[in-house]
């Protein structure tokens, strides 16, 4: 600390994946967001099967074969009450970390994984339809808390020169749990009438992994020290994380944080919303996470053997197109992982969105001549195949780092509950009106999907500034130009006090 109030900036040293940060980073990502991909997919191979079942059960109970319409509706249920749940769970985000802390909640979340794990299994013997309908909103809510939950927790616990590559992890272990869902939903493995509740109750198992292991790792030091007051757990916890006992640096970063933002307490969403200095960074969040959810992915996902059968492609080979598709996936998301420090946030963003708005009109364009040209039909799986690589390359990963990034301590919780409640309402959407836009417009609903890829484009380009090696009290500054707020730097270029007129609405910064 020097005279006058001026801040003295401690030397920071550069952080580097310990095996304590790495076993953090894998136990969490495996137990939580592994689970969020592996029930996107499971229900796609063994669809078949399970609507059979449906019929027999409702032929049993009732005495009559199902009508068409009812069936569609059962199944259509059965698919968008994941996406619901997983609303249901965003909007459980903020008060959970807030109370039980960022490792807490996925331990808690847990329950919501293993108790629709045994439902799902036993849903066969027990002869009940219902029971599958209930469980994918239940493990909904387990996702949409996982999926805002881990790149907080992660982001808080990683050094900012690997805040980016450790943010990637968790949708590396989203594509992960689509591919191992895609990989068993084989005919001959797990996908056929005697295997796929043990296919639907496997989910389970990686819950019950992290329920054992990750107790034994550190809590968010930045939740420690900034939310509980305690810097004693705080200072040990990152000495084990960064692998040396001089963590100084980064304790007075949080230091200014804890009394920049002790006006303000935890925000809520309402706060949120009402604050002018965080305006800009909001609205990012929800186009980013309408653009990722509204770009047609989980279309692709979701009903990727009826985008195949309609591209032509024989029927005992859809199975394998599909596993290939999901191994580019995560073979693309592990290149993010390696990359995204190098290039930069915005600069993947932009590319993948790009990518992905071209490969839609081709889509487009493929699918209206297959029937006229003989090898359209690998034209079209291309296409699908060019979309997933833009897609994981930025718009899948990207926005769960940005928005980590954004907010500083006191807002991230209720910023990830916006982010994910536009996460899962938007994807919940696809879910539902997909199979109609695909009845109603055909192969031109991908024209629509391609419109919103440019228009989130075209807001990155103009709005989202580049955030890699900036710590979270820099990229609130780099914000207030465009927020119109006064955010006065000293020493160390971190922000030292606002103006008078500007903390009514932006966040205030106590001088030291």
Same mark, same amino acid.
């Given at each position: 600390?020097?005279?006058?109030?001026?801040?003295?900036?401690?030397?920071?040293?550069?952080?580097?994946?310990?095996?304590?940060?790495?076993?953090?980073?894998?136990?969490?990502?495996?137990?939580?967001?592994?689970?969020?991909?592996?029930?996107?997919?499971?229900?796609?191979?063994?669809?078949?099967?399970?609507?059979?079942?449906?019929?027999?059960?409702?032929?049993?109970?009732?005495?009559?074969?199902?009508?068409?319409?009812?069936?569609?509706?059962?199944?259509?249920?059965?698919?968008?009450?994941?996406?619901?749940?997983?609303?249901?769970?965003?909007?459980?985000?903020?008060?959970?970390?807030?109370?039980?802390?960022?490792?807490?909640?996925?331990?808690?979340?847990?329950?919501?994984?293993?108790?629709?794990?045994?439902?799902?299994?036993?849903?066969?013997?027990?002869?009940?339809?219902?029971?599958?309908?209930?469980?994918?909103? *239940? !493990?909904?809510?387990?996702?949409?808390?996982? +999926?805002? =939950?881990?790149?907080? &927790?992660?982001?808080?616990? /990683?050094?900012?020169?690997?805040?980016?590559?450790?943010?990637?992890?968790?949708?590396?272990?989203?594509?992960?749990?689509?591919?191992?869902?895609?990989?068993?939903?084989?005919?001959?493995?797990?996908?056929?009438?005697?295997?796929?509740?043990?296919?639907?109750?496997?989910?389970?198992?990686?819950?019950?992994?992290?329920?054992?292991?990750?107790?034994?790792?550190?809590?968010?030091?930045?939740?420690?020290?900034?939310?509980?007051?305690?810097?004693?757990?705080?200072?040990?916890?990152?000495?084990?994380?960064?692998?040396?006992?001089?963590?100084?640096?980064?304790?007075?970063?949080?230091?200014?944080?804890?009394?920049?933002?002790?006006?303000?307490?935890?925000?809520?969403?309402?706060?949120?919303?009402?604050?002018?200095?965080?305006?800009?960074?909001?609205?990012?969040? *929800? !186009?980013?996470?309408?653009?990722?959810?509204? +770009?047609? =992915?989980?279309?692709? &996902?979701?009903?990727?053997? /009826?985008?195949?059968?309609?591209?032509?492609?024989?029927?005992?080979?859809?199975?394998?197109?599909?596993?290939?598709?999901?191994?580019?996936?995560?073979?693309?998301?592990?290149?993010?992982?390696?990359?995204?420090?190098?290039?930069?946030?915005?600069?993947?963003?932009?590319?993948?969105?790009?990518?992905?708005?071209?490969?839609?009109?081709?889509?487009?364009?493929?699918?209206?001549?297959?029937?006229?040209?003989?090898?359209?039909?690998?034209?079209?799986?291309?296409?699908?195949?060019?979309?997933?690589?833009?897609?994981?390359?930025?718009?899948?990963?990207?926005?769960?780092?940005?928005?980590?990034?954004?907010?500083?301590?006191?807002?991230?919780?209720?910023?990830?509950?916006?982010?994910?409640?536009?996460?899962?309402?938007?994807?919940?959407?696809?879910?539902?009106?997909?199979?109609?836009?695909?009845?109603?417009?055909? +192969?031109?609903?991908?024209?629509?999907?391609?419109?919103?890829?440019?228009?989130?484009?075209?807001?990155?380009?103009?709005?989202?500034?580049?955030?890699?090696?900036?710590?979270?009290?820099?990229?609130?500054?780099?914000?207030?130009?465009?927020?119109?707020?006064?955010?006065?730097?000293?020493?160390?270029?971190?922000?030292?006090?606002?103006?008078?007129?500007?903390?009514?609405?932006?966040?205030?910064?106590?001088?030291?």
């Amino acid at each position: 600390m020097a005279e006058h109030g001026e801040w003295v900036k401690p030397v920071e040293r550069r952080g580097r994946l310990t095996a304590v940060l790495a076993m953090a980073t894998l136990i969490s990502a495996f137990g939580s967001s592994f689970q969020y991909g592996y029930n996107v997919a499971v229900v796609n191979s063994p669809s078949t099967f399970m609507q059979q079942f449906y019929n027999t059960t409702y032929m049993e109970r009732y005495g009559t074969q199902i009508e068409g319409n009812v069936l569609t509706l059962l199944w259509s249920l059965s698919v968008s009450m994941y996406p619901l749940g997983g609303f249901f769970g965003s909007l459980m985000v903020a008060p959970l970390v807030n109370k039980l802390g960022r490792k807490g909640t996925l331990l808690f979340n847990n329950i919501f994984s293993i108790v629709p794990a045994v439902m799902m299994g036993v849903s066969e013997i027990a002869k009940s339809y219902e029971i599958i309908i209930v469980a994918r909103f *239940i !493990v909904g809510i387990c996702a949409g808390l996982s +999926s805002n =939950v881990v790149p907080m &927790y992660l982001g808080e616990l /990683s050094p900012k020169n690997l805040r980016g590559a450790l943010g990637i992890v968790p949708q590396l272990f989203i594509t992960i749990g689509i591919l191992s869902a895609q990989v068993l939903g084989i005919r001959s493995i797990l996908g056929n009438n005697t295997g796929w509740t043990l296919m639907l109750g496997l989910t389970g198992i990686p819950a019950l992994i992290e329920l054992l292991l990750l107790p034994f790792f550190p809590e968010s030091p930045r939740y420690m020290l900034i939310q509980k007051g305690d810097e004693d757990t705080a200072k040990k916890a990152l000495q084990r994380l960064r692998g040396w006992n001089d963590v100084d640096a980064e304790l007075s970063e949080m230091r200014l944080e804890e009394q920049s933002e002790r006006a303000e307490g935890h925000l809520s969403v309402l706060s949120l919303l009402s604050q002018r200095s965080l305006r800009w960074q909001l609205v990012s969040i *929800i !186009v980013m996470n309408m653009g990722q959810q509204l +770009s047609g =992915v989980n279309a692709i &996902y979701y009903y990727a053997d /009826s985008i195949y059968a309609g591209a032509g492609v024989q029927e005992n080979h859809i199975q394998y197109v599909t596993v290939g598709t999901g191994a580019v996936n995560v073979f693309m998301t592990i290149a993010a992982v390696f990359i995204v420090e190098a290039s930069g946030r915005r600069l993947l963003l932009l590319c993948g969105f790009g990518i992905c708005c071209g490969a839609c009109v081709l889509l487009t364009v493929a699918l209206n001549f297959q029937e006229s040209v003989t090898w359209m039909p690998y034209i079209s799986i291309t296409c699908v195949i060019i979309y997933v690589i833009g897609h994981a390359i930025g718009p899948s990963p990207i926005p769960y780092v940005v928005t980590t990034e954004m907010f500083r301590q006191s807002a991230r919780p209720a910023a990830f509950m916006v982010a994910g409640s536009v996460h899962w309402l938007s994807n919940f959407t696809v879910g539902l009106i997909f199979p109609f836009l695909e009845s109603g417009l055909g +192969s031109y609903s991908f024209i629509l999907f391609s419109i919103i890829c440019l228009v989130t484009l075209v807001y990155i380009w103009v709005v989202v500034p580049e955030t890699k090696n900036k710590t979270f009290l820099e990229i609130c500054q780099m914000f207030a130009k465009r927020n119109k707020v006064e955010i006065k730097l000293g020493d160390g270029d971190l922000p030292l006090k606002e103006s008078k007129e500007s903390l009514e609405d932006a966040a205030k910064v106590t001088a030291f």
